[in-house]
């Protein structure tokens, strides 16, 4: 059972989940969603796959309510039995681990190629990992209340910077709307659900909740908010750069706003803020996997804390640079992406089914 010391607030886990979600996605999600849509009605498939989060995530939120004050690893082994409760939990450990890989990956990547031209990726990894590990061993109280200050600085940075494109935003780059069906419209959910990356962390954040049966409303106001952006960031970056554009482009939210200019304000180029903000927002994904997975292994194999920490820190880093370009790296992503559909969206729903005809039987 999570002693009383470590619950968290409602507020504070809404705060969590959106966190978790605002990372990567922020840069790559107009190239990647363009890719396999290829019109511009991007936006209807960021709102899609958003929503499909979202059931997803009531899903297992229903499922760890079942068993108050215990998280996936411990509840699963009660489901299926300690050797295959155990197995899937690893599997749920394992991307975890994967995900706070490819963080510090992407932060590396795009810290070096846009503010530390020439430094080794691991000179750019190791100080954010070590960081990171003295931030997971705080605890999950600590890690809320560094969240509830780092998320009201990135929404009013991002908002602002996106406000101040739309001198170069042109309506007629997303018109017509559904001009080609609503095929290429499904068929870029896929692409979407990386960016969405989150809510699977209700798997044991319900265990931590003062008030786990408002549960329900934490997954739906912290994926609605990442949501919101997420299409209004699409809107504005395909409305100013055409879906041509778009796909030729890496990071096409930075050039975004590298593309104009605010002369007379305290600064004139704010692509170096935007970057500054997101390393804060991707530091935050990272730090919450990470602590899942050290919690994972701390309560599977009853090993201490902070040894675990210390463990997973070189096997965080080897996966980190295991991606010999960026390419690899949106590879790994893509991979992430879809190991979502079975961990988080059809094991979760499989358990909940089998706890609910176990208990009517009994």
Do not use: H
Not at 44 to 67: D, E, F, N, P, R
Not at 159 to 169: E, G, T
Not at 173 to 182: A, E, Q, T, Y
Not at 207 to 231: C, D, H, L, R, W
């Amino acid at each position: 059972m999570i002693k009383s010391e470590e619950k968290i607030t409602t507020t504070q886990a809404i705060v969590i989940v959106t966190n978790f979600i605002l990372a990567t996605g922020i840069l790559t999600l107009p190239r990647t969603s363009v890719e396999k849509v290829k019109t511009p009605d991007v936006w209807i498939t960021v709102i899609l796959g958003g929503l499909i989060m979202i059931i997803a995530a009531i899903i297992m939120v229903k499922l760890s309510q079942q068993y108050p004050g215990k998280t996936f690893y411990q509840y699963s082994q009660e489901i299926l039995g300690i050797w295959i409760g155990r197995f899937l939990s690893i599997l749920i450990i394992c991307y975890f681990i994967t995900v706070s890989g490819f963080q510090v990956r992407s932060m590396a990547e795009v810290t070096n190629f846009f503010l530390l031209e020439s430094t080794p990726l691991w000179a750019i990894t190791m100080p954010f990992m070590w960081i990171g590990l003295y931030l997971v061993f705080g605890g999950i109280n600590t890690i809320a209340r560094m969240f509830e200050i780092i998320f009201p600085i990135t929404l009013f940075f991002f908002i602002l910077v996106l406000f101040m494109s739309f001198k170069l935003f042109e309506i007629d780059n997303l018109r017509p709307v559904l001009g080609d069906g609503i095929t290429p419209v499904l068929k870029g959910i896929p692409a979407t659900i990386l960016a969405y990356t989150g809510p699977e962390i209700m798997l044991l954040l319900v265990a931590f909740m003062q008030q786990p049966s408002k549960a329900v409303k934490v997954v739906i106001i912290g994926t609605v908010i990442p949501m919101i952006f997420y299409v209004f960031l699409v809107v504005m970056v395909i409305g100013a750069l055409s879906i041509e554009g778009v796909v030729v482009r890496t990071w096409p939210s930075i050039d975004l706003i590298r593309s104009f200019e605010m002369s007379g304000l305290i600064f004139e180029r704010y692509e170096s803020i935007l970057l500054v903000i997101w390393i804060m927002q991707i530091f935050a994904s990272f730090v919450i996997s990470y602590y899942a997975a050290s919690l994972g292994l701390a309560q599977l194999f009853r090993i201490k804390f902070n040894k675990i920490g210390f463990i997973l820190l070189p096997i965080i880093y080897i996966i980190a640079m295991s991606s010999n370009n960026i390419n690899e790296l949106f590879k790994l992503g893509n991979m992430i992406g879809n190991s979502m559909w079975f961990l988080f969206l059809g094991l979760p729903l499989f358990l909940l089914l089998f706890t609910k005809l176990r208990g009517a039987k009994s």
